[in-house]
């Protein structure tokens, strides 16, 4: 028997599901599945969740840093603003790739989107996070006041800009190995399966079947 | 399907008329998909859904059937993913009602279905929407198209496919 003499089964494949119901107007009008889009609803809400926080930050730096001439302060201010900026552009660049995704696109390319958008969700979780290892510093400053002779002491600052740094240089260096590890290497699934959930890890393998596909 | 067809009517009775026409593929993608019937007719009735939606933006100067190809296949693959647990668990259960006379065909036919089944399941999502492209006698540029990928690419996907079949059914 050859591939082609399957050709006949594959014809036959809808009278084996003639028991499905109502493909008819009455289907469509219902709208009411949609789970294509429902199951990227988390992805959207944390973003969009996301971008609010940014904005809060950004109000909240503001709010502080003008009124008072403390380069301290203003360095404070200037910190939450930019963090606060990253955070909305990051926020908003996926929003707009979930509203944009058009399923009538070549299948490679939106299944690769979708896998993309899966990942980026829990990327984009340690990367919104990392900053808070030093970022508390300012926005503990700037919403207490600034008084680097008592409260806010030099030393007290010192160290914990250390500790942050330490934090930040620990976080790149994982990630630094996590990206440059091959997608399919047993190093990187362990990694990843420590530090990930189960979505991001189910993304992470779909992106490497497609790029399979596409290769061979 | 050209301009001057769509041009008459309303969408929605356009839109009842050209799934009416093809909703063969509905069928044929959730069928391969998914075993279980509870599943298919989620997917199928997600895909029309999907479909529908989609419909205000599909050029009639393009090919229905492509179009509609993508958005199913995009739709089953994505509902697999997210429910693959649920899926797999539920595929044994199911199984041999598919297979056993499930077409009212001969033994021939329900063996026929039986290797196809066979080899579907031991495909990735994008080698089964490769597959089912194939069976249905789409042209390689069609496959090409529906699929995001070159046309030689696909004649060599198709050749391995043909080459595991062989080894497949030599093996049995």
Redesign the interface.
Known sequence: MELEDLKQAVAQLDRGIAEVRGLSAATYKERRLDRTRASLRPVLWEHAGQVALGIVIAVVGQLWWPENGAPALLVAGLALQVYAAVMIVLGLRVIVSIRALDLDAPVVEIQKALAGLRRSYVMTGFVVGMPWWLLWIPLAMVVFGVDLNGRFSWGWLTTNVVIGLAGIAGTLWFFRHLWIEPEDSERRRRIEASVSGKSFRAAQGFLAEIARFERE | MTATTLAGGDA?TR??EL?ERH??I???V???YCRN?AD???V???I???????FP??EPARSFST?MY??A???A???V??N?VRVRHTVALDESH?VEG????TTE?DE??K??YE?IDGL????R?LL?L????RSYRDIA?????TET?VA??IS???QR??RE?GAQ
């Not at chain 2, 029309?48 to 989609?54: D, E, I, N, S, Y």
């Not at chain 2, 194939?134 to 006698?137: A, K, P, Q, S, V």
């Open positions: 929605e839109f009842a799934l909703r063969g509905v069928f044929k959730a069928a391969t019937p298919r007719e989620d199928a009735q997600e029309v859904t999907q479909l529908w939606r989609a933006k599909f179009w993508r958005i296949l995009n739709v693959i994505s509902f993913r997210t693959s598919d499930s077409n009212g065909g036919d026929r279905t290797l196809l080899l990735d999502a994008l080698n929407a089912l194939y069976l249905d006698e198209a529906i699929l995001g990928i690419n060599t996907k391995r496919l043909k079949f062989a059914i």
